[in-house]
């Protein structure tokens, strides 16, 4: 069963930097697109970077020049390099195939919060 495994998350000052991580058990990564979601308080969960497996990227337009996602097949993680944070960023991010596969569980997520 493949697990996904976040981290990296903390209390940043507004214009800050995170680098979070997703570690993942299994070769989803060699096969799948990979992306970093966020769902923060009374909202919906939403895609904000992906990543194919080749490596091509793309971003929501509230990231774009802020977050950079890279991902290593070999150590079977994703990162995402989040610049510039604004408190809006605040959420709980979490990592999953891009498109979601049903039977791979979310994992427990890594809180972001953006606050001075």
């Known amino acids: 069963q493949v697990q996904l495994v976040e981290s990296g998350g903390g209390l940043v000052q507004p214009g800050g930097s995170l680098r979070l991580f997703c570690a993942a058990s299994?070769?989803?990564?060699?096969?799948?697109?990979m992306g970093w979601y966020r769902q923060a308080p009374g909202k919906e969960r939403e895609l904000v970077a992906r990543?194919?497996?080749?490596?091509?990227?793309g971003y929501v337009d509230s990231v774009k020049g802020r977050f950079t996602i890279s991902r290593d097949n070999a150590k079977n993680t994703v990162y995402l390099q989040m610049n510039s944070l604004k408190p809006e960023d605040a959420a709980v991010y979490y990592c999953?195939?891009?498109?979601?596969?049903?039977?791979?569980?979310w994992g427990q997520g890594t809180q972001v919060t953006v606050s001075s």
């Open positions: 999953n195939t891009v498109p979601i596969i049903q039977t791979i569980s």
């Open positions: 990543i194919t497996s080749g490596g091509s990227t």
């Open positions: 299994g070769s989803i990564f060699r096969i799948n697109d």
